[in-house]
C-alpha cells in the first residue's frame, strides 16, 4: 500500500462547482496533514494545514478522520484560477522530519 | 519566494559527467531538503539535512550526493549522470518550532536533462 494515495484525476468541473479530494494514509502515526497546490512548470505551494478539528480557509475546507486515515478538501464556487494539482502531503513523524507526498489530484475549472 | 533560490534553473549534460545543483536559502531554516518529482511518481525525497553537516538518505538517494557546509546552502551531486535522472529537482527548506512542522516552502526547481 502506498503511504499517500490520491485519486490522480482529472477532475473536470464547471465554475462555480463544488468539488472535494479524497486522500488515505497508511502510517496511522502521522501526525501533520497538508494540502499543497502545483500549478504547471511551477513549485508546490502550501494551500493550507489539516486540523483534527477540520479547518476552513475563504471557498477551501479541510478535514481530517484520523480513525479512517483519511484527508479531504472541498472546494466551493470553483474559480477558473483553481485548476492545477493538489497534493495530499503527511508527516509521519513530530517535527520537521521529511513530509511524504501524494502523487497529486488534478483539477481542470473549465468556463 | 525569494528567500530559496535554486541554480541553474535548466540544464542540459551527458551520461556520465557529474552534476551539482545548489539551493541557498535566507530564512536561516535549520532543515532543507532534495526532492525529484517525475511523471507517476511524485515528489520523491533524495536526501536531506538537519543542521550543517548534517545529512541524512531519502527512498531514491543512489546515485546522489549531498553536502551542507553552512545554514544556507545545500548542494546536491550526481556523481555521474544517468538518462533515469533526467527529473524536475526540487529543494524545499522548514523551520517549525518546536515539534511542530509547519510545512515546507519550496524553490522555482531544476529542470535536468541527461543526455
Known amino acids: 500500500r502506498k503511504e499517500v494515495e490520491q485519486d490522480p484525476g482529472p477532475f473536470n468541473v464547471p465554475e462555480g462547482a463544488t468539488v472535494a479530494f479524497n486522500c488515505t494514509y497508511s502510517?496511522?502515526?502521522?501526525?501533520?496533514f497538508f494540502w499543497y497546490r502545483q500549478d504547471c512548470r511551477k513549485e508546490p505551494k502550501l494551500l493550507m494545514s489539516?486540523?483534527?478539528s477540520g479547518n476552513e480557509d475563504g471557498r477551501f475546507t479541510a478535514q481530517l478522520n484520523r480513525a479512517s486515515q483519511y484527508i479531504s478538501l472541498l472546494i466551493r464556487d470553483s474559480k477558473l484560477s483553481d485548476s492545477a494539482t493538489y497534493l495530499c502531503?503527511?508527516?509521519?513523524?513530530?517535527?520537521?522530519?521529511?513530509?511524504?507526498f501524494g502523487k497529486g489530484t488534478r483539477l481542470s475549472v473549465i468556463a | 519566494d525569494a528567500g530559496i533560490t535554486q541554480s541553474p534553473r535548466h540544464k542540459v549534460t551527458e551520461t556520465g559527467t557529474p552534476v551539482t545543483l545548489r539551493c541557498h536559502q535566507t530564512?536561516?531554516?535549520?532543515?532543507m531538503y532534495w526532492y525529484r518529482q517525475d511523471p507517476g511518481h511524485g515528489l520523491r525525497l533524495i536526501h536531506y539535512?538537519?543542521?550543517?553537516?548534517?545529512?541524512d538518505k531519502g527512498e531514491v538517494s543512489d546515485g546522489y550526493s549531498v553536502s551542507r557546509s553552512k545554514t544556507e546552502d545545500f548542494l546536491l551531486t550526481l556523481e555521474s549522470a544517468t538518462s533515469s535522472q533526467t527529473s524536475v529537482y526540487f529543494c524545499?527548506?522548514?523551520?517549525?518550532?518546536?515539534?511542530?512542522?509547519?510545512?515546507?516552502?519550496f524553490g522555482s526547481g531544476t529542470r535536468l536533462t541527461v543526455v
Open positions: 489539516v486540523y483534527s
Open positions: 524545499a527548506i522548514s523551520g517549525g518550532r518546536g515539534e511542530d512542522n509547519y510545512g515546507y516552502t
Open positions: 539535512s538537519y543542521g550543517v553537516k548534517d545529512t
Open positions: 502531503v503527511v508527516n509521519h513523524y513530530s517535527g520537521n522530519t521529511p513530509l511524504v
Open positions: 530564512e536561516n531554516h535549520r532543515y
Open positions: 502510517n496511522s502515526a502521522s501526525q501533520s
